[in-house]
């Protein structure tokens, strides 16, 4: 039996074309390595530093770093999700190779494993 997993992929592919606008906004793209991205420091800023200022910059890049990774561990999960459809593992649990339920499916199309096995998502390898 063949499952249809057309509207994931559709979800996967407008949650990664979303992820990829906001992180370009955010960071820039390792060439190198596409599952790093890098946070940019906010160029709208120049010249002498305020010292006044200096303590907000200083938070708001932590801020952006700390958003920048948050998306790029989401860009990160949604790839290796679509990429399932390349190798047609997309649907089946990492750790007991058993299909994902549908409405785990459903609620995150970018699930690893079944629903047996879902506190041993977050310990398995990036
Ligand atoms: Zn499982």
Not at 22 to 28: M, R, V
Not at 76 to 96: D, H, M, P
Request: charged letters at 30%.
């Amino acid at each position: 039996m063949n499952n249809d997993y057309t509207e994931h992929k559709t979800a996967l592919e407008n949650e990664l074309s979303m992820l990829t606008t906001e992180l370009a906004g955010l960071g820039i793209q390792d060439p190198h390595n596409p599952a790093d991205w890098i946070a940019k420091p906010d160029s709208e800023t120049g010249g002498e530093p305020d010292p006044n200022d200096v303590a907000d910059r200083t938070e708001d890049w932590d801020e952006r770093r700390a958003t920048v990774a948050l998306l790029e561990t989401r860009f990160n999960n949604i790839t290796r999700a679509l990429n399932k459809f390349n190798t047609g593992t997309y649907g089946v649990c990492e750790i007991s190779g058993e299909p994902i339920e549908a409405d785990r499916l459903a609620a995150n199309p970018a699930a690893r494993t079944c629903k047996k096995h879902l506190e041993a998502e977050s310990d398995l390898p990036a």
